[in-house]
């Protein structure tokens, strides 16, 4: 028996009833927060998920395309993959990108972090910003059939906001980056091409003057 809190749950007792080299699946009989009984299945990840925004001078962004197994479908994604957690994250980026894109880049930066379905599973992710970008040969896993494709901040801007990508990590970083360029702090040279489409828009709208 467990009887520890957490939060407004009491767990009475946990079991695992699934493991393999990524993931833990775990079973708690819990009481919940008003005091009945119920459970409460949570998946508890190995690695720390890691994602990567390479911006090229000439405002050019990395794809990588591949089927995704849980919802049976194709999915743009920018580089991700995870690391050991406790291993450094920017190191963990670093090779991702180079596995999946062949790719190196002379600067990093922060760019968000995030916590993935919450409800359920206890994955994190840490994302950066990449640019003084270099290429290479790409190794992707075995297991890996990836595509690779070329475009502009604009158009993968443009992906996210018409609901083309739908994966979360690429989603943030677009959109991360594009806040960071609109208030003047994203990294030079990378910084008008990150806010481009926005700017082309207000400035395209016409003015309408308001009376009170």
């Not at 993931?23 to 009481?31: F, N």
């Not at 990840?45 to 390479?54: E, H, S, T, Y």
């Not at 690391?83 to 596995?99: T, V």
Request: hydrophobic fraction near 40%; aromatic fraction near 6%; include cysteine.
């Amino acid at each position: 028996m467990s009887n520890r809190k957490n939060g407004p749950w009491t767990v009475k007792a946990e079991r695992i009833v699934f493991e393999n080299p990524w993931i833990t699946v775990e079973d708690h009989a819990v009481a919940h927060p008003d005091g009945s009984d119920g459970e409460y299945g949570v998946v508890r990840f190995k690695n720390l998920a890691v994602g990567v925004l390479p911006v090229a001078d000439n405002g050019d962004v990395w794809l990588v395309g591949q089927h995704r197994y849980p919802q049976e479908k194709y999915s743009w994604e920018l580089p991700e993959g995870g690391g050991p957690i406790g291993a450094d994250p920017m190191a963990s980026a670093q090779r991702e990108l180079k596995e999946e894109t062949g790719m190196t880049a002379r600067h990093w930066r922060s760019l968000a972090a995030c916590d993935l379905s919450n409800s359920v599973t206890d994955e994190r992710a840490v994302c950066f910003l990449a640019w003084g970008l270099a290429p290479g040969a790409a190794s992707p896993e075995p297991s890996e059939a990836l595509t690779i494709k070329r475009i502009k901040f604009a158009s993968l801007l443009e992906m996210v906001m018409n609901g083309e990508i739908s994966d979360s990590l690429t989603i943030l970083m677009t959109m991360s980056a594009h806040i960071l360029a609109l208030r003047g702090q994203a990294p030079e040279p990378i910084s008008r091409h990150l806010e481009a489409v926005a700017g082309a828009r207000v400035r395209s709208e016409p003015h309408v003057e308001q009376s009170g």
